[in-house]
């Protein structure tokens, strides 16, 4: 996803992946974790996205669907 | 009353079409417009925002004792003004509509702001201006279209929404779509919506359209289906899984960009991804692609971060210094609004250190030309500082020179310190030198350099040599010029002090900020130059003319220019990838008021994600670039082509010669797999650089 697929557009990397890479510096220099997405953000990121996921709306609209119909 | 049809694209939605078509009881298709026939790459909420955030600082200022506009109390005014005309519709009976013809008045006097026709038309244009940049065709939309038009049968689009009919047909009209539609409904024109069936029992009696001849598509389940098919009408629910998913994903992107730092950034980019992906065509080259998603991205931050400064330090001219201001010039041409005038200046370092030398050449002048591993000793010499080899082989000799292009290891060579002991060496350096300078000096004052007042320059970096060396050599003249020198990556190495009204600054990575991780353009400032380098060659010198100075390029039978030139094609590429970017950039900066340091932190993360984990494809087709210097050389600089396997850990000895060799070292790691070398790369090779 985050490599470079050569015809769309990517522009998106994912941020676990730049929580990761920020980590060279942390074990190195300790400056300039700029680009570190946060610990605590990273996880209401995540929290969110799972939701996304475990929450399938599609399966919530069918369910309303039946219920118009019945 | 009709099924509750749900159809997932616009194919089924065709076949279940062609079918009523064939039973000859159709004659009307009605369709709703945002998010059927018409995406967003942001949230509506966010456009009217971005418009308010647009009003706040284009306003003009009312009385003195009137609070000055902030985005935040713009947006609470508007907020109160549709607020109120909705209750108001609901009270005069009807559905809680409002239109923008009217908003407009109440808002801008809740700011504090008479209704005059001017003001109210900024308003109206800077709500449809964003508007427009935020929407887009969805796909297979036209395709449909086109197929309808040709059935015979009315196509009409209805449609919930606050702006009035005309504004939303100008909207059409922009993306395309208004020469298909024979009429639009809108809510806001008579103040019915079709959640409630009123604006569909309207377009009824105005249509005269009995509901069993009429299909209505849109892609809300009540609104769109239920309601219609309650009114007889058949109602189609076009449900997109993938739409859906994505207008989540905005919701949750817009959401996280409250947190700062790479959000921000982030949010902006998935912006910009979405209008690439919906706006512009696929493109099968690697070149292109990697100008468009990360040179693109980075140099566009350049940019923005110039204009910044620009508007807080305005210059009267800008000068893009050759070769790699090229590209930085193309995009500041594209911006709109009033800006500075712009040139192209011919400069390198070679037409540097050649005029250098006009009051002679010192020994550590001298050393400059040994850094290249692979110099050529006093051959090199004469190449950096552009001196006739000719007139200085015989003298050479003289001091125990066999070989003109003997490579000297010592740097502290005797035969050397005596050759340039030798006055008739010197008086030939001088003459040489001084013949540079003149020539360098009215090209700069030709130029309008010299006399420009305030100048700005613009370069891809890295030390400000030729800043450096201008002021050096010119800055006593009267005429010399305030510079300030603005770079992609400024590394001063090499010099510290740039002497006064001599400003330098680094706009991406400035190596006196200490950030170790805005430093990531320095680790591959290659590919940086490749991709903003304009096609011609490196100036070499200057001439006279006709009455003036012209640049002198670099012959194109000299073995670097002649492998450069194969490269021209992916350059061009790259260009055009990066023009692709800077064109959305641009549309987006409107739509999120995003300035350079909101873009930074997720920046430098695409920047440390391209150089130190690059994919296989990118390391094999970056390390084909052929990369030259303009010190006078005619060497090619090898990218990295040779890539390091399992084997080479076992040979700590000879992996640590090529790391430290290799101008582009994460490359190396390539064949291996995981990012796992890589990342310990980095994390030794930030040790090293702390120590």
Redesign the interface.
Known sequence: M????????????S?T??F???Q??R???G????????LR?LL??YI??LQ?IVID??AL?RL??RI??A | MPD?L?YRDWQSVRHYLEQRLRQRSLRLVSLDLFDTLLGRIDTPEQVQKACCRELARLLPGAASDTPLLTPDSVWQARQQAEAELRQQALQQGLDPECRFSDLVPRWLEKLGRKPEPAQVCLCIDTEVRLEKLALYVKPGVRTFLNWLAQQGIGIIAISDMYLDRLLLESLLEDKGLQPLLEQVFVSAERLKGKYSGRLFQAVMRQRDIAPAHWVHVGDN?VSDR?IPCSLGIQGIWL?E?AE??QR??QQ?NA??AA?G???RG?YF??L??QR??HL?P???D?YF??G???LG?AYSTFMLGLQERLRRQPVQRLFFVARDGFLFQQMYQSLEGRRPPDDYIYLSRKVITAASVADGLSLEQAQVAFYNPKQQGLLSICKVYGLPENRLEPLALQHGFTHFDEPLQNWQDQRLQAFLADTQVQAIIRQNGRTQRNLLETYLAQAGFLGGGHVGLVDIGWNGTVQKFLKQAFGERADYPVVNGYYFAFVPKMYSDFGSNNFCEGIIHDSRR??????IPAEFEEIFEQGARSLEATTVGYRRLEGRVEPVLKSGHSPDRMAEVTCNRMVTAMHAGVMTHWKHFLALRQLTGCNSSDL???V???L??AV??P?R??TRMLTRLVHTEDFGHDHVLDLGRHSLGLRDLLHPRTLLASLQQATWRYALFAQLPTGIAN?AL??????A??K
């Open positions: 985050n490599r470079h697929a050569g015809n769309q557009p990517n522009l998106m990397i941020p992946r730049l990761v890479y920020a060279a510096f074990f190195s220099s400056r300039g974790r700029c680009f570190s997405p946060g953000t209401s990121w969110a996205h996304r709306r599609a609209k309303r669907l118009e119909r | 509750k749900v389940p239920r449900y899984k859906l998913r989540e994903q949750l959401a996280m947190h730092s790479i959000w982030r980019f998935s910009l991804q690439l992906l512009e696929e493109s099968d690697f692609s990697y468009r998603d990360v991205a200490d950030n170790a991780c805005e430093r930074l932190p997720y430098y993360g695409m440390e994600r130190v984990y994919s494809e990118e990342f980095r994390i030794a090779y930030l040790h650089v702390r």
